[in-house]
């Protein structure tokens, strides 16, 4: 009799067949599998592959027993074996060595081209040359010290039996395992006795806990950008060693990313492609494995600005550096007349002094949180009015426009709508759906208005601007990566400028909270333990769409930017505008003119911006919202409401052909809607 096996049973047993598993460690998400299984079986030679989360246990492997060629991978092993003769007072990192012409071998490193023979280096700085620059000659020197058996021997005795020595480097007649050096010359591993090793390394176990701390330092200096780090973001600190012959590239080492950090060993061998150029095939494998591994670990929607010291001192440089060396030059009686370079040197220092003696404060020469805080809000190349100046500010508006003139328009779609019962008074293309730009960011402010009317506190929560949100292109709030602002002022950041920087962190923020069972629906990947809260702030999105009766709109970002399923109509559009009436938070975002706003950042700085509203109507009694937006695909756009005499209308307008054009159109639709209304 046939037994059957329970779907979800059925669908383990798959996965267990692509992905063992080490004792202890718990069977990662399919993603990574799925993004990974494709490009090692369509590449055109053998790949071995070991990746562990280091904190979680996490894994994926692939043929991780698989016995392959190191190349100078092996590099690594010995310098581990040195250091534990070093614990055991059988070697002394500062030994001088003596380099002798005959030590120089060719190959990679500095030593046997760039010094010459009498040169007198210690042990710890041949290790060194032999991790960063992997130096072939430098390599010799160490394993001379320590006897060529003892790398196999410490590897085994640590429990990594495949992980072996063979031979000096370009001294094959050295060999000590001449079977094992045919098959896999200088040495060999395996992928999972490598990132064992990585693991011991980072425990702080495969020696003492000195010695790991110095070699991983080593190993974060090893200068070979391409292969791991070829494809990982700017800025990630990886602490590695490479290795490649002729058909057998390899990589290994420990990535730290913003979620912690994981190991990962990359073998390949057999290679179809044996250039040595940086594209090599096997090198863009190892740096396609290498970026799916990190962005599964690290999903772009939880990544958080890289970590800053908290407090500035002596060699730090950057941003935070300008802002405080402008901001000591106004501050300080008399200016110590910084340069506004970014560099905290001496001078830099001295000033900090100088403003904390001067206001009561410990005087450290560091510029810590109290000092920030004396400070006030830091200084840019653009001063900004504080924010109560700017928002008490009444700017002059425009006489309110005579009814004559006829409706002449330049835009693709149009509608004029009476806001009191939601009746179209005219319009022209009003069920063509048309990319509609940031006028998006209505729904993405109308979804926070909904939940601030309900909540008021939400309002008052902190929003971090993620990495993500600040990379976002296009128009932004001039918010930066790791900076802070409250959701109230999050909304202007939002409106105003028309960040589309603040419509991801908005959405990133509220994600979660606006899911719904929508979710399910729209996406497949929903009941995972993890989801983009992006994702799911635009289902939500969709979701509220469908609610108010929105029947050709489709949103697939919370800003707008072009995506050939992100489209609307001008009914739709109008639709939601006459919603958004009703609600009093909305009509505070979208009727505003400027706004002045702090936002603090990492170290307790604050600075000012300045958000002016895109909307120009507004400049006109009458006017009062709400939402401008202009792409390439778009065109230029507007969603607007105004009011005369007691009558509101909604007028809409999808591509005008230009920013100015779409307020001329506006104008005219409202002269023709008021005169039709008026004259009943």
């Known amino acids: 009799m046939r037994r059957w096996i329970p779907l979800n049973l059925a669908l383990l047993i798959?996965?267990?067949?692509?992905?063992?598993?080490?004792?202890?460690?718990?069977?990662?998400?399919?993603?990574?599998?799925?993004?990974?299984?494709?490009?090692?079986?369509?590449?055109?030679g053998e790949v071995a592959v070991c990746i562990r989360h280091l904190e979680t246990g996490e894994q994926f492997v692939w043929r991780g027993d698989e016995i392959q060629p190191t190349a100078s991978l092996i590099k690594m092993p010995v310098m581990v074996a040195a250091y534990r003769m070093v614990d055991g007072k059988k070697l002394d990192p500062a030994k001088m060595i003596a380099l002798e012409e005959t030590d120089k071998v060719p190959g990679s490193g500095i030593l046997t081209t760039h010094f010459?023979?009498?040169?007198?280096?210690?042990?710890?700085?041949?290790?060194?040359?032999?991790?960063?620059?992997?130096?072939?000659?430098?390599?010799?020197?160490?394993?001379?010290?320590?006897?060529?058996?003892?790398?196999?021997?410490?590897?085994?005795?640590?429990?990594?039996?495949?992980?072996?020595?063979?031979?000096?480097?370009?001294?094959?007649?050295?060999?000590?395992?001449?079977?094992?050096?045919?098959?896999?010359?200088?040495?060999?591993?395996?992928?999972?006795?490598?990132?064992?090793?990585?693991?011991?390394?980072?425990?702080?176990?495969?020696?003492?806990?000195?010695?790991?701390?110095?070699?991983?330092?080593?190993?974060?200096?090893?200068?070979?950008?391409?292969?791991?780090?070829?494809?990982?973001?700017d800025g990630t600190k990886v602490a590695h060693k490479s290795g490649a012959v002729s058909e057998s590239r390899c990589n290994a080492g420990i990535i730290y990313g913003p979620k912690g950090p994981f190991a990962i060993c990359v073998l390949t061998t057999k290679n179809k492609d044996k250039s040595w150029k940086d594209d090599n095939a096997a090198h863009v494998l190892i740096g396609k494995i290498a970026r799916s591994a990190f962005d599964h670990f690290n999903p772009e929607w939880e990544r958080t600005a890289p970590n800053e010291p908290t407090e500035l001192r002596v060699g730090a440089f950057g941003t935070r550096v300008e802002f405080l060396q402008r901001t000591l030059n106004a501050r300080?009686?008399?200016?110590?007349?910084?340069?506004?370079?970014?560099?905290?040197?001496?001078?830099?220092?001295?000033?900090?002094?100088?403003?904390?003696?001067?206001?009561?404060?410990?005087?450290?020469?560091?510029?810590?949180?109290?000092?920030?805080?004396?400070?006030?809000?830091?200084?840019?190349?653009?001063?900004?009015?504080?924010?109560?100046?700017?928002?008490?500010?009444?700017?002059?508006?425009?006489?309110?426009?005579?009814?004559?003139?006829?409706?002449?328009?330049?835009?693709?779609?149009?509608?004029i709508v009476d806001a009191a019962d939601g009746r179209m008074v005219a319009g022209a293309e009003t069920e063509t759906s048309r990319h509609f730009a940031s006028t998006t960011k209505i729904m993405t402010a109308w979804l926070v208005a909904r939940l601030a009317e309900q909540h008021p506190e939400v309002l008052d929560e902190t929003l971090t601007m993620s990495v993500r949100a600040d990379e976002t292109r296009g128009s932004t709030s001039d918010v930066r990566a790791g900076e802070t602002v409250p959701v109230r002022e999050a909304l202007y950041g939002l409106m105003l400028p028309s960040g589309n920087d603040m419509s991801v962190a908005l959405a990133e923020h509220f994600g979660p909270r606006l899911a719904s069972a929508a979710v399910t629906t729209e996406n497949s990947a929903a009941n995972e333990p993890k989801q983009d809260p992006l994702e799911l702030f635009v289902a939500a999105m969709n979701a509220e769409a469908a609610r108010l009766g929105m029947t050709k709109t489709h949103h697939t970002n919370p800003h707008g930017l072009t995506n050939d399923s992100h489209q609307s109509t001008v009914t739709d559009l109008a639709i939601l505008a006459r919603a958004t009436l009703t609600n009093p938070v909305m009509g505070q975002y979208s009727s505003?003119?400027?706004?002045?706003?702090?936002?603090?950042?990492?170290?307790?700085?604050?600075?000012?911006?300045?958000?002016?509203?895109?909307?120009?109507?507004?400049?006109?009694?009458?006017?009062?919202?709400?939402?401008?937006?202009?792409?390439?695909?778009?065109?230029?756009?507007?969603?607007?409401?105004?009011?005369?005499?007691?009558?509101?209308?909604?007028?809409?307008?999808?591509?005008?052909?230009?920013?100015?054009?779409?307020?001329?159109?506006?104008?005219?639709?409202?002269?023709?809607?008021?005169?039709?209304?008026?004259?009943?």
């Open 116 to 233: 010459s023979s009498g040169l007198q280096l210690s042990l710890r700085d041949a290790i060194r040359l032999m991790i960063r620059y992997s130096d072939n000659t430098a390599t010799n020197l160490v394993v001379d010290e320590i006897g060529l058996p003892t790398t196999a021997a410490t590897m085994e005795s640590l429990g990594f039996p495949q992980t072996r020595l063979n031979s000096r480097v370009y001294r094959g007649e050295t060999s000590i395992a001449p079977d094992r050096s045919k098959l896999f010359g200088l040495g060999s591993t395996t992928a999972n006795e490598t990132v064992n090793l990585l693991e011991q390394l980072h425990k702080g176990t495969a020696a003492s806990a000195e010695s790991c701390k110095a070699m991983l330092d080593h190993l974060l200096a090893c200068d070979d950008k391409t292969m791991l780090l070829s494809q990982l973001p």
């Open 332 to 415: 300080l009686e008399p200016s110590p007349g910084l340069g506004v370079d970014g560099d905290f040197g001496p001078a830099t220092e001295s000033a900090v002094r100088k403003f904390q003696e001067a206001n009561a404060l410990a005087v450290t020469g560091i510029a810590d949180t109290a000092l920030w805080q004396k400070l006030g809000p830091v200084i840019e190349e653009a001063t900004i009015a504080a924010p109560e100046v700017i928002n008490s500010e009444m700017l002059p508006k425009l006489p309110a426009e005579p009814f004559a003139g006829a409706p002449f328009v330049s835009c693709d779609s149009w509608i």
């Open 14 to 44: 798959v996965l267990f067949e692509i992905v063992s598993l080490q004792p202890g460690s718990r069977l990662i998400a399919a993603d990574l599998n799925e993004s990974l299984k494709p490009l090692i079986e369509a590449h055109a």
């Open 592 to 680: 505003t003119r400027q706004r002045g706003a702090t936002v603090a950042g990492p170290g307790g700085y604050t600075r000012n911006v300045l958000w002016k509203n895109t909307n120009e109507l507004l400049g006109t009694e009458g006017y009062d919202g709400i939402k401008t937006g202009t792409t390439d695909q778009a065109g230029a756009c507007l969603v607007s409401t105004g009011e005369r005499d007691g009558k509101r209308l909604i007028v809409v307008v999808l591509g005008s052909a230009a920013s100015e054009s779409r307020y001329a159109d506006s104008r005219n639709l409202y002269r023709y809607g008021w005169k039709l209304l008026l004259a009943k």
